[in-house]
């Protein structure tokens, strides 16, 4: 079972973070200047506050919950 599920995971799931990661770069090339993106201490932050305005905490809390995720996965595969 695990001899086809982690090869088709690795094979699904790259592509697709490596897609929006790509994308989410776009976007803040195209929302910001190249002054803005240098000058700034969390560029997604300052993404956020031009693009969504008064709901710009959504993009660290999605940080804040990704970074949870990600230490919560590590757990149960090392206790595996």
């Known amino acids: 079972m695990g001899q086809r599920n982690i090869p088709r995971s690795i094979v699904i799931a790259v592509p697709i973070v490596t897609i929006l990661y790509v994308f989410m770069n776009i976007a803040y090339m195209t929302v910001l200047t190249n002054d ?3 000058s700034s201490q969390a560029v997604a932050v300052t993404f956020g506050e031009r693009v969504l305005g008064s ?8 940080v ?5 995720g990600c230490a919560l996965s590590l757990q149960f595969g090392v206790t595996r």
């Open 36 to 38: 803005e993106m240098m």
């Open 55 to 62: 709901l710009a905490f959504v993009i660290p809390l999605g």
């Open 64 to 68: 804040a919950l990704s970074t949870f």
